[in-house]
């Protein structure tokens, strides 16, 4: 089945900085690649996704990146801020079609003001 | 908005009690999940189903098992619980897929499971 490998465990950054998780998939045919923030006693919130069909996306302070040959993805926080402050879950699909999702260990990101 | 709520937020339990976890959402939403979450171990899937009295085995079935009888709630029960299933249960749910890709998962606020 898909395995999904995250790294780092913890990360923390000064304000300002730049913060970079990454993740790594088995599944080639995994297709489908999110990631979910999760503020510490709140429930997971997607914040960026990425589909097979595209290389990388980015939505203001954040970016996320695609390597398939490589099989590895990654999510690059830019200008951070302390309400960055949180785990940071990456996933993929399990191979095209699936309905399920394996989610990576987590990243608690900290960034010191 | 959509909204996926939890029976509880905190349930402390004795070792052996059959205990039930409800999940409702109300996006229409096909395909629902369970989740436990522990630290250091990131989300693992329990069960999930994909429609009405359908459910499919996730990667921690074990202990556990669900009922979807209505296409809103989602229950995840536990037959006899015990201590190492001391946790934070987490439901999620989402639409169809689109063109053969996910769409989001949205998840509810969890139940934090004590199990005495």
């Known amino acids: 089945g898909e395995n999904v490998e995250q790294h780092p465990s913890t990360l923390s950054v000064q304000e300002g900085d730049s913060a970079v998780i990454k993740c790594t998939y088995s599944d080639s045919a995994s297709n489908y690649f999110p990631w979910y923030k999760q503020e510490l006693g709140k429930r997971p919130q997607l914040i960026i996704d990425i589909r097979s069909n595209v290389g990388e996306k980015k939505d203001q302070r954040i970016a996320v990146t695609l390597n398939k040959t490589a099989k590895h993805f990654s999510l690059h926080i830019t200008e951070t801020q302390p309400e960055d402050s949180a785990v940071y879950f990456c996933?993929?699909?399990?191979?095209?079609?699936?309905?399920?999702?394996?989610f990576g260990k987590g990243t608690k990101l900290s960034v010191i003001p | 908005d959509v909204k996926v709520t939890q029976s509880s937020r905190y349930l402390v339990k004795r070792t052996g009690e059959k205990v039930f976890l409800e999940c409702v959402q109300d996006?229409?939403?096909?395909?629902m999940f369970w989740y436990r979450q522990d630290p250091g171990l990131g989300l693992r899937l329990i069960y999930f189903s994909y429609d009405v009295k359908m459910k499919e085995k996730g990667d921690i079935p074990e202990g556990y098992s669900v009922s979807r009888e209505k296409k809103e709630r989602f229950s995840l029960i536990l037959e006899s619980a015990s201590t190492n299933q001391t946790s934070m249960y987490l439901c999620?749910?989402?639409?169809?897929?689109?063109?053969?890709?996910?769409?989001?998962?949205?998840f509810g606020p969890g139940t934090r499971l004590t199990v005495l």
């Open positions: 999620a749910s989402s639409s169809g897929l689109a063109g053969g890709f996910w769409n989001e998962q949205f």
């Open positions: 996006m229409d939403h096909e395909n």
């Open positions: 996933a993929a699909s399990k191979g095209a079609g699936s309905y399920q999702l394996t």
